[in-house]
């Protein structure tokens, strides 16, 4: 069956920023990319693959940097993926892997993902959404991680670190296509401005919530999973090995 352009621009994608050096888990990414780290048996990325190819979305990129060709068995492992280089991840914070595919997701809709993360109910991924959003838990009392202000419709007014009684970012965002075109031209902007290597991408998105309109899909604590240290994965996983 032959789509046309028009139907597979219509198609659900996803890109997954897998570049980053993973120093908050080292020694264990001395030697092994973050989101390849094995938690309960499986490599942290495949946790997200998995659940997006459970929403039907063949068409997946991967972002790679540091140790790349460790990814490489995931384009035979799993048909439609694909691997992007990121070329600056060394250099420059992560909007540079945002960069890397702005011209394949532009215009269309669109998960990014971290791929470091251990989704362990993969039916977070089925949810209908109704339009562009970060995938957010909600945090009693004070946070200082990445969190998001609404307003009183429910729509984001600030991304950025330090809360109170707030949702913060669990590493999934969903972009319709009108808003997916808005993030990669203000992405490219950015990209030329002095001072863009310390960006996080979501600083941009930050700079742009008037015209992208995000709200937050809530999802439970059990359901995905961020680790950010050996320790943290020693407590998830109750491997005192590690």
Known sequence: MIISNEERKSKEI??????????????????????????KGTPMIETVIQGLKGRGIDEIYVVTGYLADQFSYLETK????TLLHNKDYATVNNISSVKTATDIFRGRPVFICE???????????KAELSGTCYFGKFVKGHTEDWAF???????????GKVG??????????????????????AIDAAYEKPGYEELFWDN???DNLEALRMTI????????EELDSVEELRAFTGDTSL
């Open 14 to 39: 996803a890109v997954l920023m897998a570049a980053g050096l993973g120093t908050r888990m080292r020694p264990l990414t001395d030697t092994t990319p973050k989101p390849l780290i094995r938690v």
């Open 78 to 81: 799993y048909p439609g993926l």
């Open 115 to 125: 791929a470091d993360l251990y989704v362990s109910d993969p039916s977070i991924f």
């Open 149 to 159: 202000d609404t307003d009183e419709n429910g729509f984001i007014t600030r991304v």
């Open 164 to 185: 109170d009684d707030c949702h913060i970012m669990c590493g999934i965002t969903y972009f319709t296509p009108t808003a997916s075109a808005i993030l990669a031209d």
């Open 204 to 206: 941009v998105v930050n």
């Open 217 to 224: 899909h809530p999802v439970r604590n059990e359901q995905i």
